[in-house]
């Protein structure tokens, strides 16, 4: 009888098999990711393109780009306060992102929020006014997922809030409402309007006030969530409990803290983050130290993009900057009417 021998892999072939195809995947692995990031960042590119073509739509319609935050005491009726006692009154407003919905096809959205009571856009659900997450505002290389965000993030929530990855340039320094330098393209309005005590008064700026031209002055730009050393000062209690994730509200309804989840500028150099933890090496030791920080923090532009962040200049025009980018350059990009040239 003839015995037929069957062929098989032997243990050593087998293992060369496995390495060889790890290498490959290994191989393959940066490439895909590298598809990926290409893919958000067009993805973030045109979402940035059409809140350029959105503010211009608007400023169409109102001869003016929109506020970049109402400020006004208001009642439950809806009256704005002018004098005598603030019993009944609170603190609210509106975002440059709620008045661009309608140009982002949201009018659906926009016509169920309460026009005269910013607070009464709050919502206590997800996917209702302020809790529903707009895709237009999210990058999808940032950290925010594409669903609304629970406030407080721990325990029970009491409001639900979407979020953005970008934000309206309030100039050379947004931040704090009382430091904001009203020099960008979007300012706090409205008869409680905060500002710098030497900064003018905030408006609704028009196309002729950017005299520094359109294509010379940002409009929008990206924002980055992922910071954990900020985070240790959540932690720590000194940043109004909120993570850098928290502070993200495309409508964050009322008070100066708003300010810190919709405006960025040039107070800090692109793609800044904290540069210590809470206690360690460098860090201030009191919060009222802290909070400059903060705000460079809260208001500077940034991303998750390799080598630097995409921004929506004032003509509608988006262009990627590099992380390499002085700060004095990003300065003269925030600044509608500064008249200097901006560097080659």
């Not at 087998?14 to 990926?36: D, E, F, N, S």
């Not at 929020?113 to 006014?129: E, F, H, I, Q, R």
Request: aromatic letters at 10%; charged letters at 15%.
């Amino acid at each position: 009888m003839r015995f037929r021998l069957r062929s098989a892999f032997t243990l050593i072939e087998l293992l060369v098999v496995i390495a060889i195809i790890a290498i490959l995947i290994g191989l393959l692995l940066p490439a895909v990711q590298k598809v990926r990031e290409a893919a958000a960042r067009m993805q973030c590119s045109n979402n940035l393109k059409q809140l350029g073509l959105a503010a211009h739509n608007y400023e169409g319609v109102n001869s003016k780009f929109p506020s970049g935050y109402t400020q006004d005491r208001i009642n439950a009726a809806g009256q704005v306060y002018v004098s005598g006692s603030t019993s009944g009154f609170s603190f609210q407003g509106h975002s440059v992102f709620y008045f661009l919905l309608p140009y982002v096809e949201q009018e659906n959205l926009f016509k169920s929020m309460d026009s005269a009571v910013p607070l009464n856009n709050t919502s206590a659900v997800a996917g209702a006014k302020a809790g529903v997450a707009v895709k237009t505002f999210l990058c999808p290389s940032d950290k925010l997922p594409a669903e609304a965000l629970p406030f407080p993030s721990t325990g029970t929530p009491t409001e639900y809030y979407g979020g953005t990855s970008y934000r309206a340039n309030g100039g050379s320094r947004p931040l704090f409402a009382t430091s904001s330098t009203n020099d960008g393209m979007f300012m706090a309005t409205g008869t409680q309007g905060r500002k710098a005590a030497s900064a003018p008064a905030g408006v609704q700026v028009r196309i002729a006030d950017a005299t520094d031209g359109l294509s010379n002055t940002l409009l929008f730009g990206e924002s980055s969530h992922r910071d954990p050393n900020f985070d240790t000062f959540t932690t720590a209690g000194w940043t109004s409990g909120s993570t850098i994730v928290g502070w993200s509200r495309w409508y964050p309804a009322g008070g100066d803290a708003g300010l810190g989840n919709i405006m960025g500028g040039a107070f800090a150099p692109l793609n800044y983050r904290t540069p210590f933890a809470h206690g360690g090496a460098g860090a201030p030791a009191a919060r009222s130290a802290w909070f400059v920080f903060q705000d460079q923090r809260l208001g500077s532009f940034g991303s998750e993009h390799t080598g630097g962040a995409n921004v929506c200049m004032s003509d509608g025009s988006v262009r990627f900057l590099s992380n390499s980018i002085p700060q004095s350059t990003l300065a003269l990009y925030c600044q509608r009417a500064d008249g200097n040239v901006i560097p080659e």
